[in-house]
C-alpha cells in the first residue's frame, strides 16, 4: 500500500483583507512621490517691509568691512527678509532679494562674478542681480542700501 500525503487547501482570504491589500499598494507609491517632491514654498516677493508709513527700517545690515570688495554676502535674516549683500566696486554696496524667483530658495554669495542658486542652479549677475541663466525667468529685486559711515543701512 502506498502512504498517500494529505493535502491542504490554501487559505481563501476575506474580502477585508483582499481591500485592504489593494489600498496599502495603491496609496503607497503615491506617498512615496509626495514625500519625495521638493515642497519648498516660494518666498514672499517685494511685498511690504513689516513697518508703518513706507519709513525703511532702521539699524545696521553689516559692517562695510563684512562685505568682501569684488564680492558679497547673504543675510538671511532683515526685516525685508533675506538679502544678498554685492560690492562690485570699494565704494558700492548694493543689495538684493535673495529668494531666487524660481522656488524661493535662498541664493548663495557671489563667486566670481555670479550668484548662483544652490536648487536648480539659476545664476545671475553679480553687481546688477540680472538674470544670467534659468530656470528662473526674472533677476533678484534690488533693496536700496546705503553706506553710513562705517556701516550698510536701509536706505
Known amino acids: 500500500m502506498t502512504a498517500v500525503e494529505p493535502t491542504t487547501k490554501p487559505e481563501a482570504r476575506s474580502r477585508r483583507e ?13 506617498a512615496l512621490v509626495a514625500a ?3 515642497t519648498t514654498a516660494p518666498a514672499p516677493s517685494g511685498g511690504g517691509t513689516g513697518t508703518s508709513g513706507g519709513a525703511a527700517p532702521s539699524g545696521p545690515l553689516a559692517a ?19 538679502l544678498v549683500l554685492v560690492r562690485p566696486t570699494p565704494d558700492t554696496v548694493k543689495a538684493f532679494n535673495a529668494s531666487c ?10 563667486a566670481g562674478g555670479t550668484i548662483t ?28 542700501v546705503k553706506v553710513e559711515g562705517d556701516q550698510v543701512v536701509f536706505a
Open 101 to 110: 524667483p524660481h522656488q524661493g530658495t535662498v541664493v548663495s554669495a557671489p
Open 117 to 144: 542658486c544652490p536648487n536648480h542652479g539659476s545664476t545671475f549677475d553679480g553687481a546688477t542681480g540680472a538674470l544670467k541663466g534659468g530656470p528662473a525667468t526674472t533677476g533678484l529685486k534690488e533693496v536700496p
Open 18 to 30: 483582499v481591500l485592504c491589500g489593494l489600498m496599502v499598494a495603491l496609496v503607497a507609491p503615491g
Open 64 to 82: 562695510l568691512a563684512d562685505v568682501p570688495k569684488g564680492g558679497g554676502l547673504v543675510l538671511q535674516s532683515t526685516p525685508k527678509g533675506p
Open 36 to 38: 519625495c517632491s521638493d
